[in-house]
């Protein structure tokens, strides 16, 4: 018997959990993640310090719904990618951009991103890549943009945390996303600008750093420990595959840039279920739903999470169905 | 009492900063980066360590003490609390991470290598890159990965000119109830989180009695059989070694 030695499990299906293999996971994504967290933070720094309200009022349109092309226009040409984004959306939340408008970038800036469009084509390169690309781009912004209008209805005070809620006026400690943190400067400093930016990023970084370590945990539990082959034998049905993908995606939590690339290998699925995990995961999973609580109220990521969710299943549910 | 809280709620901020800086640093100088990030990660992690050092320092610099004239904040324990979930996690994560995902995670994951998009270590995958590899040293094995005999196999040409060659990869062994023994990479695209495996067919003189996570270098010949249509690359081995972890534990795009 060769390698008789070997301690491996008798089922794939069954292959349960390696805490080890968690940590490892876990120390990766918060690795990953902390850089971009901290580049977000900065940005958000130099904006509190040289972008005056003011300015980024008279650069906004007028309309709620020109705001709401605008961001996703803005999302199609910056990449930024999720993690990068959470204290940038705060702090233009605090300068006075409106809640809707920031928030459906942040949603439009991962999924449509061209870095994002990319990889996709390059990992389905012998899969049809146009197609999947298409597939992809279509839906995405087709989500986006029926959030996008729905969030313009919405009162500010319904989706933001109170820290978060406060528009253009002076920024108090309380009012940031690490509100217990005090910060006094020291008497006599002619640093005004340095020390307000230093505040700034410090309390951006270590305030939404707090949910990327929780984020990054659940994440790292459920990418390491699902057995991704339980969903191989839905992956085809024209119901349950879309549903499978969305799945997938929540549990993996993976960058809107690197995806494609994992569910471009993943044979049991169908176009539907792939497109499904495209769409979904960029908008919302399970790292991103404590990122979110960084800045919104739990009910409205939780309404927020269902309509993504739902909006997605629907459309590849209907591309499943014109091609059953 | 109050005099230290005031002093631990002053200097939490920078050392939690620092800490973290500190784990960062360490994991890039020890190595143990390359277990956990791509290629292209790795110098974000240094910028973003170097930067924390820098903020911790400022930190200290621009701001004081809350004074005792003002009364005590409200939450501080709440707060203390934060920066304990803040820091303990990625401590306890870098002292307890293996250096290499177990046989349970790639159980979880095994299934989906049949599509793994392979990333050739020779280049832009052209038939005269491969003839050149070839032609390069005749007489010794071909240094190739996992990924490229896979990627070979979806070449008819390709796959011809390197049928029955000698060749010389590594990686580790992993054997299956009722399946071959396999020869496994794990690809990483940005992080360990998102790593797959991939994996050749092993035959021929595969005894040995090799720990899970054992580093091992395999010569043997190349081969491409065909089951219905699909190519199943598999090394004919001669010989199976121990070897040193490569540079680069993980294969990145």
């Known amino acids: 018997m060769f390698f ?64 709401i092309f605008a961001a996703i226009g803005t999302g199609l040409i910056f990449p930024l990618c999720e993690c990068g984004a959470m204290p940038i959306v705060q702090r233009l939340i605090r300068k006075g951009v409106p809640p809707a408008v920031a928030t459906t970038y942040m949603l439009a800036a991962p999924g449509l991103n061209p870095l994002a469009m990319f990889s996709t084509f390059l990992a389905f390169r012998n899969q049809d890549p146009w197609l999947m690309l298409g597939l992809r781009f279509g839906f995405s912004f087709l989500v986006i943009l029926s959030l996008g209008f729905w969030l313009v209805r919405l009162r500010p005070d319904w989706m933001l945390r109170a820290e978060t809620l406060i528009g253009p006026a002076r920024i108090k400690p309380e009012m940031t996303p690490n509100p217990g943190l005090v910060l006094t400067p020291r008497p006599g400093q002619s640093l005004g600008g340095l020390q307000q930016f230093t505040g700034a990023v410090i309390r951006d970084f270590t305030g939404v750093l707090l949910f990327l370590v929780i984020g990054a945990a659940v994440a790292a539990l459920f990418s390491t420990g699902f057995n991704r082959n339980l969903l191989a034998p839905v992956g085809q049905n024209f119901f349950l595959g879309p549903l499978a993908g969305i799945f997938l995606a929540q549990l993996l939590c993976l960058c809107s840039t690197t995806d494609a690339f994992i569910i471009a290998a993943f044979a049991p699925f169908s176009i539907p279920a792939k497109i499904a995990f495209l769409v979904a995961g960029p908008l919302i999973h399970l790292k991103l739903y404590w990122l979110y609580r960084s800045a919104f109220q739990a009910r409205f990521v939780h309404a927020l999470w269902l309509r993504a969710l739902a909006a997605t299943f629907l459309l590849t549910l209907l591309y499943s169905l014109m091609h059953k | 009492m109050n005099l230290i809280a005031r002093q631990i709620s002053f200097l939490a901020p920078a050392a939690v900063m620092s800490a ?53 904040p409200t ?67 071909v240094p190739v990965e996992v990924t490229d005999l896979i990627r070979l196999g979806k070449s008819s040409s390709q796959m011809t000119a390197f049928d029955g060659r000698k060749v010389q990869t590594v990686g580790f062994v992993i054997q299956q109830p009722g399946q071959p023994p396999k020869l496994l990479r794990w690809i990483m695209w940005c992080c360990a989180a998102d790593a797959v495996p991939a994996t050749v067919e092993l035959s021929g003189n595969t005894s040995g009695n090799w720990k899970d996570d054992q580093w091992l270098e395999v010569t043997g010949t190349a081969q491409f059989p065909s089951t219905a249509g699909h190519v199943a690359p598999r090394i004919n081995v001669d010989t199976i070694k121990p070897t040193s972890e490569p540079d680069e534990p993980y294969l990145s795009p």
């Open chain 2, 75 to 141: 939450g501080r324990l709440r707060q203390f609390g934060r920066w304990l979930v803040i820091l303990v996690p990625l401590v306890a994560a870098s002292i307890l991470s293996p250096s290499a995902l177990s046989s349970t995670t790639l159980n979880n994951r095994l299934n989906s290598t049949n599509g793994v998009p392979a990333m050739p270590s020779m280049g832009p995958a052209t038939d005269a890159n491969v003839q050149a590899e070839l032609s390069a040293n005749p007489n010794q094995p």
């Open chain 2, 20 to 72: 973290w800086a500190t784990v960062m640093l360490h994991t890039i100088a020890g190595g143990h980066i390359n277990r956990l990030l791509s290629p292209m990660f790795r110098n974000y992690v240094f910028a973003a360590a170097i930067l924390l050092l820098v903020l911790s320092a400022l930190h200290v610099l621009l701001y004081q003490p809350n004074p005792e004239t003002d009364p005590a």
């Open chain 1, 4 to 67: 008789a030695a070997f301690d491996l499990p008798s089922s794939p299906v069954g292959a349960g959990i390696s805490w080890p293999d968690v940590a490892l996971s876990f120390f990766a994504i918060v690795m990953e993640g902390a850089p971009f967290l901290l580049l977000g933070a900065i940005i958000s720094g130099l904006v509190d310090v040289f972008l005056p309200a003011g300015v980024i009022k008279d650069w906004l349109p007028r309309s709620k719904a020109q705001g």
